[in-house]
């Protein structure tokens, strides 16, 4: 894979373990959040290496993975939370890490605002909020209505707007988009969309490195069940 620029470089990880399968698994998910997995691990700014293994020397933050939890080192727990994941890779490699874990999507979502129903997409979906494009703009601070369907369920959520980036000349901004924080009537809705977000990562990775989900190698990560 070509790296160019700092942003590239920055977003440099490394996984190291003795089950292959599951090194490629991990690395599918991290390439999907855009963190670029690189073989020589002096390379990586953030190494995730099996627990016992030994490692060459590096200036890199390793994060060991174990099924015990470790009084000082960096470590996450086997089976992996995605959320833990990407908050770690958060922390350790941007200023202001944002913790909540994010996917990107291609539904279709109803908007509802000042009683008139609106058609648009969801791109990108966080536990708290999302990025959607529409057809007409939509204020900062503006309250909505949404109803996306998700995994065969219908979420149907209030929020509010906290962006709007106008319409652009390439294919892919060829809408406005709006950012929205979702305030639903209780923290339930959130922890469904973590699960929801959580397996469709997993599901994705898997089918893209043609693992099956009952594959052992899965067992390292802790898979929702369904909503």
């Not at 073989?39 to 627990?51: L, P, W, Y």
């Not at 000082?72 to 990407?86: A, C, D, G, M």
């Not at 770690?88 to 909540?100: A, D, K, V």
């Not at 369920?153 to 950012?179: H, K, N, T, W």
């Amino acid at each position: 894979m070509l790296l160019g620029g700092k942003q590239a470089d920055i977003k440099q990880v490394a996984v190291v373990t003795r089950n292959q399968n599951f090194s490629r698994l991990l690395s599918r998910i991290l390439a999907d959040w855009k963190f670029f997995t690189v073989d020589d691990i002096s390379a990586a700014k953030v190494v995730f290496a099996e627990r016992g293994l030994e490692l060459p020397a590096h200036d890199g933050q390793v994060v060991w993975l174990t099924p015990l939890p470790l009084s000082e080192e960096s470590f996450l727990t086997v089976p992996i939370s995605l959320t833990r994941l990407y908050h770690l890779l958060e922390i350790h490699l941007f200023p202001t890490p944002r913790r909540h874990i994010r996917v990107a999507m291609e539904t279709a979502v109803d908007l509802k605002v000042e009683g008139d129903w609106l058609e648009g997409h969801l791109v990108s979906l966080s536990d708290r909020g999302g990025r959607i494009s529409c057809v007409n703009e939509i204020p900062r601070g503006k309250s909505l209505d949404i109803e996306v369907k998700l995994a065969n369920r219908i979420f149907r959520m209030p929020a509010e707007v906290l962006y709007c980036i106008p319409a652009g000349d390439s294919l892919s901004r060829s809408q406005p988009q709006i950012g929205v924080i979702f305030k639903p009537p209780s923290d339930q809705e959130f922890g469904l969309l973590k699960r929801f977000i959580e397996k469709t990562c997993i599901e994705r990775a898997c089918a893209r490195e043609d693992i099956p989900l009952n594959d052992p190698c899965v067992s390292w990560l802790d898979v929702p069940k369904e909503l």
